[in-house]
C-alpha cells in the first residue's frame, strides 16, 4: 500500500479509538479506588462501552446518511473528544459512565464509514488493503497506546491518561480535514432501503460470520493473563510480554488478512479460520509450558486479526447497496462477538472444567465459523466487491 495520507488519518483516529477502548482495562484497579466503586463496578464501564458501540454504530449511520463523508468523520471524532474530555474531568462514577457511552457513539460509524471511505480511496483490487491500512492503527494501538496510557494512568494518575486521548481526537480532526478530499454523501440515502438490506440472508450470515469470529478470539484473550499467571506459572513480566507479544502478532496478522483478501476473501477467510482453530489446540495442550507460548501467542494474534479485513469487506460487499449502515452493523457484530467469547469463557471456567477448556472453547467457536464459511462458499456467492466503488 504505498503512502496515503488520508489511509494515515483515518488510521490515526482507529488508533485513537483503540486506546480509549481497550486503556480501562488495565487501569480498572487506579480507577475503582480513585471514585470509590468495587472492581466489577468499574468493570461496568466496558460492558457500558460495548453496549453503546452496538446501539451508536446503526443509530449515528441511519441518522447521517446525508451529511457529506468527511463532514461527518470529523464529527463523529468531535464525539470521541468530547466523550474523553468528560472523562477526564469526571468528578463521579456516575459522569464517567456517561463519558464512556457518549464516547462509544462514534465507534462503530467511524470505522463503518471510514472503512467505506478509505476503500474509495484506493483502486478496486487494493480495497480489503486500503481496509487494513485503517484498521491498522486499532492493531498499534494495543502494541504502543494501551500500555503507554495504562503507565501514564498508574503513575499520572487515570484522568491525566483521557486527557492525553482526547489529545488523539483534535489530532484526528485535524488530519481527517487536511488530508481527506470533499467527500459528498451517498446518493441512495434512504435509511429504509439500508434497514431492508440488512434482512437478506448473505448479509445477516456475513454479519453472524463476523460475531463467530470474534467470539473465537475473545473466548480467550479476555482470559489471557489468569491463564498464563495460574496454568502456566509465569511472572507477570512475562504476561505483560505475551500481552505486547499478541499485539504485534495482531498487526502482522491485521495486513496480512488485507493483502490476501485483496485476492480471495474467502479463501483468506478459510485459511485464517482453520489457522486460529489449530493454533488454539495447540495452546490447550502446550499451555504448561513456557518455552512454546511466545510462538503460539504471537500466531494465535496474527490468525485473530488477519480476519478483521476479509470479514469487513465481506460484509462490506454483501450489502453492496447499503455498505455504510452493514459496515457500521459489522462493527457492533465484532462488540457483540467479544461479550459472547468474554461469557463463554467464563462459563466454561465457572464449571470447573479448567483453563485448557477455555482454548478449546475458542478452538470450538472457530471451527463451527470455519464451516460456515465452507458451507457459504458453496452456496450463493457473494456480490462482487469492486460494486462498492459506485457508493
Not at 487536511?178 to 440488512?198: F, Q, V, Y
Not at 489446540?281 to 518455552?291: E, G, K, R, V
Request: hydrophobic residues 55%; aromatic residues 6%.
Amino acid at each position: 500500500m504505498k503512502l496515503n495520507l488520508g489511509l494515515i488519518a483515518l488510521s490515526v483516529g482507529a488508533f485513537g479509538i483503540g486506546v480509549t477502548e481497550f486503556a480501562p482495562m488495565g487501569l480498572l484497579p487506579v480507577i475503582a479506588t480513585d471514585l470509590g466503586v468495587s472492581i466489577p463496578v468499574a468493570g461496568l464501564l466496558i460492558s457500558a462501552y460495548a453496549l453503546g458501540v452496538m446501539i451508536g454504530a446503526p443509530l449515528m449511520t441511519l441518522t447521517t446518511g446525508r451529511v457529506p463523508r468527511r463532514t461527518l468523520l470529523i464529527a463523529l471524532a468531535g464525539i470521541f473528544t468530547l466523550g474523553n474530555l468528560l472523562a477526564a474531568v469526571s468528578t463521579g462514577y456516575g459522569m464517567f459512565l456517561v463519558a464512556r457511552i457518549v464516547t462509544s457513539l462514534n465507534h462503530g460509524a467511524f470505522f463503518g464509514v471510514g472503512s467505506i471511505v478509505a476503500a474509495s480511496l484506493v483502486p478496486p483490487e487494493r480495497r480489503a488493503g486500503a481496509v487494513a491500512a485503517m484498521f491498522m492503527g486499532l492493531t498499534i494501538a494495543n502494541v504502543v497506546g494501551v500500555p503507554l496510557a495504562t503507565w501514564g494512568g498508574e503513575h499520572l494518575g487515570w484522568r491525566m491518561a483521557f486527557w492525553g486521548i482526547a489529545g488523539l481526537g483534535i489530532v484526528t480532526m485535524v488530519a481527517l480535514r487536511l488530508t481527506l478530499p470533499a467527500l459528498p454523501a451517498p446518493k441512495s440515502g434512504n435509511a429504509l432501503a439500508e434497514l431492508r438490506a440488512l434482512r437478506r440472508g448473505p448479509v445477516l450470515g456475513a454479519l453472524a460470520l463476523t460475531v463467530v469470529g470474534s467470539s473465537a478470539m475473545f473466548t480467550v484473550f479476555t482470559y489471557i493473563a489468569p491463564i498464563l499467571r495460574e496454568a502456566t506459572h509465569a511472572s507477570l513480566g512475562f504476561v505483560t510480554a505475551m500481552l505486547v507479544t499478541y499485539g504485534v502478532g495482531m498487526t502482522v496478522g491485521n495486513w496480512l488478512g488485507g493483502r490476501f483478501a485483496d485476492r480471495s476473501v474467502d479463501r483468506t477467510l478459510i485459511v485464517t479460520l482453520g489457522g486460529l482453530t489449530a493454533i488454539l489446540i495447540a495452546f490447550a495442550l502446550l499451555m504448561p509450558f513456557i518455552a512454546p507460548t511466545p510462538i503460539i501467542i504471537f500466531l494465535w494474534g496474527v490468525a485473530s486479526f488477519a480476519l478483521v479485513p476479509p470479514l469487513q469487506v465481506r460484509v462490506m460487499s454483501a450489502a453492496v447497496d447499503a455498505p455504510n449502515l452493514a459496515s457500521s452493523v459489522n462493527i457492533g457484530a465484532f462488540n457483540l462477538g467479544n461479550a459472547i467469547g468474554a461469557a463463554l469463557g467464563g462459563a466454561v471456567i465457572a464449571s470447573g472444567l479448567g483453563y485448557h477448556a477455555v482454548a478449546l472453547a475458542g478452538a470450538a467457536t472457530s471451527a463451527i465459523g470455519l464451516v460456515a464459511v465452507l458451507i457459504a462458499v458453496r452456496g450463493a456467492p457473494v456480490p462482487d466487491d469492486r460494486q462498492l466503488c459506485s457508493t
